[in-house]
């Protein structure tokens, strides 16, 4: 097979067990905390902890790559996601399920950056669009097979297997990967390390807190200090970008238009898009009491209309440009999210599929303008950089996410009076993020009418617009 048919297809096996693993993970929730004696709310610490690991091990996944070698640290990362695989198949608490999730987040941070490097350097541009075409498709199976198969496996099976299924298909992929991807090198100077204690410490320490705030968890002194200490040490870095001369993070590029909206504005968007995952199949199951797998039956739609959308993306912005799209699709696609809290257990099973299905397809024609309007404007010189810290963000975003939905309806249990699997909490808490993500659009209606005009452009010649979501960056 030729390296750029291949070689997109190793990288996609790692891509596909994580997408796969996350969203399995989402419809079995109630069952998982009924299993380890807790919460269903609760577990967003499980899904906040990997979001949260992923956003601070990816800016060094680069320099990582550059100084080991890509071939090694990629089968590295994988075998570090198995480890954390097989971590949470045999948790019996909360804390050990938090535990391998985070491993699994330090493996998925090396995993596929490092994969999406290897492509960026090995594969001609000319062919690179057709590559990346060859890693999205597979690598979508995953959160399109992830409900279902998750669902399945909860309802007649235990959730506990689950994280076992990762391992024969990311064994192929070590396997493969060490017989076929180059062991690419470059020179590198030394890390950042005090700029990667700085944001790492202080994203893990506000997060955490953030996560634990009101659950009982964690005693309030630990919970207060741990943000108040993690918002001082990013409030650090930030001046510790200001003098050094190769920060790890550049934040000088958020003086770029459309890298600020990109990121930005792109973050509360996915703030949102990070809450519905957590909500939905909590209210499908513990509000109308479906089991796991029709919960999975009935989710999966949203992801079969982004993949539909992958291949109108690129002629809707040809035709219409970035800034109309980023405006009035965003704020539809949120209206969309606020949708879902309309639902009923009557709520006809076909009209929900329908609102899920056009859901997916207003979300992914706005990630794919988000992903690539934040490049419009960055030079090959600070391309790493900018996938860095948008990766970082769009990580943190969806963190973020998880633990504000999980805010937004506690809130709306104590002012309603009502039980927290209540349909209509769920109602106020899809409004709650629903209106937070379309205040995305007041960042979108400062971009110029011409924004992103040339990549548009593009389009025309049936190439597809790109996501270089995690691209990793080498270090000068």
Not at 94 to 103: D, I, M, N, P
Request: charged share 10%; glycine share 12%; net charge positive.
């Amino acid at each position: 097979m030729k390296p750029q048919r291949l070689l997109p297809l190793i990288v996609a096996t790692a891509l596909f067990i994580e997408n796969m693993d996350s969203t399995a993970i989402a419809t079995s929730l109630p069952q998982i905390a009924a299993d380890l004696g807790t919460e269903p709310i609760a577990l967003k610490l499980a899904l906040t902890t990997y979001l949260l690991a992923l956003a601070v091990f990816i800016p060094v996944s680069g320099w990582i790559a550059d100084r080991f070698g890509a071939r090694r640290t990629f089968v590295a990362a994988i075998a570090v996601f198995l480890l954390g695989s097989l971590g949470c198949a045999a948790s019996e608490g909360l804390g050990t399920l938090v535990a391998g999730r985070f491993v699994q987040g330090v493996g998925g941070a090396m995993m596929v950056p490092v994969g999406r490097l290897v492509l960026l350097r090995t594969i001609d541009k000319a062919e690179l669009v057709r590559a990346l075409s060859w890693l999205t498709v597979p690598a979508m199976l995953g959160p399109m097979l992830g409900p279902v198969l998750g669902g399945a496996i909860t309802t007649y099976a235990h959730w506990r297997f689950i994280f076992l299924i990762n391992l024969p298909m990311g064994a192929l992929g070590m396997w493969l990967a060490w017989r076929h991807i180059p062991e690419l090198r470059q020179v590198v100077g030394p890390l950042d390390l005090r700029g990667f204690g700085l944001s790492a410490g202080g994203l893990a320490l506000a997060m955490f807190g953030l996560s634990a705030v009101g659950r009982g968890l964690v005693p309030a002194p630990v919970v207060a200090g741990c943000v108040i200490v993690g918002v001082l040490m990013l409030l650090g870095y930030v001046q510790h970008a200001r003098h050094h001369p190769h920060p790890l993070l550049r934040l000088d590029l958020f003086r770029i238009p459309t890298f600020r909206a990109g990121v930005l504005g792109g973050s509360l968007f996915r703030i949102g898009i990070g809450a519905t995952p957590f909500l939905l199949p909590l209210m499908l199951q513990l509000g109308f009491g479906l089991n796991p797998l029709q919960s999975g039956l009935v989710t999966f739609t949203s992801t079969a209309g982004a993949m539909l959308m992958k291949t109108l993306a690129p002629r809707i912005l040809h035709a219409t440009g970035f800034r109309p799209v980023l405006v009035w699709n965003g704020l539809v696609a949120a209206l969309a999210m606020c949708v879902f809290g309309l639902f009923r257990a009557d709520t006809p099973y076909v009209v929900m599929v329908a609102v899920l299905l056009c859901s997916g397809l207003l979300r992914s024609l706005q990630f794919t303008s988000i992903n690539a309007i934040a490049y419009a404007d960055i030079d090959q010189a600070s391309m790493s950089q900018a996938s860095s810290l948008a990766a970082m963000a769009q990580q943190v975003a969806l963190a973020l996410g998880v633990t504000i939905g999980g805010y937004a309806l506690s809130l709306a249990g104590t002012l309603t009076g009502r039980p927290g699997e209540d349909p209509v909490n769920f109602t106020f808490a899809f409004l709650g993020v629903g209106l937070l993500s379309a205040l995305s659009v007041l960042e979108m209606r400062r971009l110029p009418r011409d924004a992103g005009a040339a990549m548009a452009g593009h389009a025309q010649a049936g190439q597809e617009v790109a996501e270089p979501k995690v691209e990793a960056r080498p270090q000068a």
